[in-house]
């Protein structure tokens, strides 16, 4: 039986601050708009998303292990290294389904109970089906969408728009186009993670099959493709927040973020990129954090 550390391992919990990013954004603009907004609806949803989070981070270890991606090359990986047994992954990951499932429609539940459940709760409980497939499809199947290079759009998504609005709409059960704007710079932040986490393995995907959007345009371009990223995920959520409390410290880390994009374009072993990766959670992590304060305190 695998231990708990196996399991903590294979959560991988340095990605779980860019997780909650689009929840704590999404919970900035729905108290904004409604300062009587539930907390226990935003912890709620906060739950499912790290729990989502969790469960696509499990499906993308046996995912790989199965195809061969992450072999003895991968002594991180809980699957790779035999920390863990296929079997018990397996188990695991319909466990956590499970849980997701019954946490995402009882969030909805406590949101709509007072004004009906109608095509709109269905709807929100649709996108939490979607999100559960998302997470299983990254990687595993014969139509894996990471292998196809289409990580970054389905990341954007639902680390944008679907985490960012459904949240938002949880609490204030209302849509305002102005939000796509925060909503894509949470997307953005996410697309950046996962570039560099491309940007780092692109030899053994490369080698593997796993035709990511670095391993397609090369690393030269992949690294103009971060730097676009980030500058359009800067340019409009500071555009955005001109009106919010503490713009100064979104200036600032704005211009943290400019400095790893250019340390990004400067550095020529992408294989020593790894401790970016976590720089750029926690720079979204704060700026979502921040965001919510704001609003709240």
Excluded at 168 to 178: C, D, G, P
Aim: one cysteine or more; hydrophobic letters at 55%.
């Amino acid at each position: 039986m695998a231990s708990i550390k196996a399991w903590i391992k294979a959560a991988r919990l340095r990605t779980l601050p860019l997780a909650t990013t689009c929840v704590m954004i999404g919970g900035a603009l729905g108290f904004k708009e409604n300062p009587q907004a539930s907390f226990l609806i935003l912890g709620l949803a906060a739950f499912v998303v790290i729990k989502l989070q969790t469960l696509a981070n499990f499906a993308n270890d046996y995912g790989d292990f199965v195809k061969g991606t992450d072999g003895e090359n991968r002594p991180d990986r809980a699957l790779a290294s035999g920390d863990i047994t296929p079997k018990e992954m397996k188990a695991r990951l319909v466990f956590n389904s499970i849980v997701i499932f019954i946490a995402g429609c009882s969030t909805v539940y406590l949101s709509f109970e007072d004004v009906g459940m109608g095509w709109q709760a269905v709807g929100l409980v649709l996108l939490g089906i979607a999100s559960i497939g998302a997470a299983f499809k990254y990687t595993m199947g014969k139509t894996a969408y990471g292998y196809r290079g289409l990580g970054d759009l389905f990341v954007l998504v639902f680390f944008g728009y679907v985490g960012v609005l459904g949240v938002a709409f949880l609490l204030t059960h209302t849509f305002q186009m102005i939000w796509l704007i925060p909503a894509t710079f949470s997307g953005l932040m996410a697309v950046a993670v996962l570039n560099l986490n491309n940007l780092r393995d692109h030899d053994g995907d490369k080698a593997n099959g796993k035709n990511t959007l670095v391993v397609k345009m090369g690393i030269k371009k992949a690294k103009l493709y971060h730097g676009a990223v980030l500058l359009t995920a800067w340019a409009s959520m500071i555009w955005f927040l001109q009106d919010w409390k503490g713009m100064i410290w979104y200036a600032l880390i704005a211009l943290v973020c400019m400095k790893h994009a250019l340390l990004v374009m400067r550095t020529q072993n992408t294989t020593s990129l790894d401790p970016e990766l976590k720089k750029v959670a926690l720079i979204a992590f704060f700026t979502g954090m921040f965001m919510l304060m704001s609003v709240t305190i």
